[in-house]
């Protein structure tokens, strides 16, 4: 392979992509592109051209595979956000109800007095004192 390949190879690869990702090791869509055009234009990175198989379905299947798992993985953050949303609805419910809830072993009762949300977890209010709403054991009129 000639080293003005490898070089072309190079840029493409680390040219910055034009998202910040939160996480290093996450790789996006612009990535998998720079990546998979790469191994198409240099079949010789790719694999061994004796591998046998057909390298253009090879490529689509790939591409298939990661818009899959960028879907489940956005999937799994909006069933997360909805499960914390019905969480915090369900306790600002509780407002005013008698409520027994658990405590480092210790049984709790009394009236829910507020409810608060620390980092997307509903927290409720007893005697001034905040719980974990998941704490709940029993909920009474």
Do not use: W
């Amino acid at each position: 392979m000639p080293i003005n390949d490898i070089q072309n190879i190079q840029s493409t690869l680390t040219t910055p992509a034009p998202t910040t990702k939160s996480d290093p090791s996450e790789i996006s869509m612009d990535d998998f592109l720079k990546i998979l055009a790469a191994s198409m234009s240099n079949p010789a990175i790719g694999g061994s051209e004796s591998s046998g198989g057909n390298q253009g379905t090879d490529y689509i299947s790939q591409f298939v595979e990661f818009t899959s798992l960028q879907q489940l993985q956005s999937l799994g953050k909006s069933l997360e956000n909805s499960v914390k949303l019905q969480q915090q609805q369900q306790a600002f419910s509780l407002i005013g109800k008698e409520v027994t809830l658990n405590q480092d072993g210790k049984e709790v009762k009394g009236k829910i007095e507020k409810v608060k949300i620390l980092n997307g977890v509903p927290m409720v209010t007893i005697d001034h004192q905040d719980y974990a709403s998941a704490n709940i054991t029993e909920v009474s009129v």
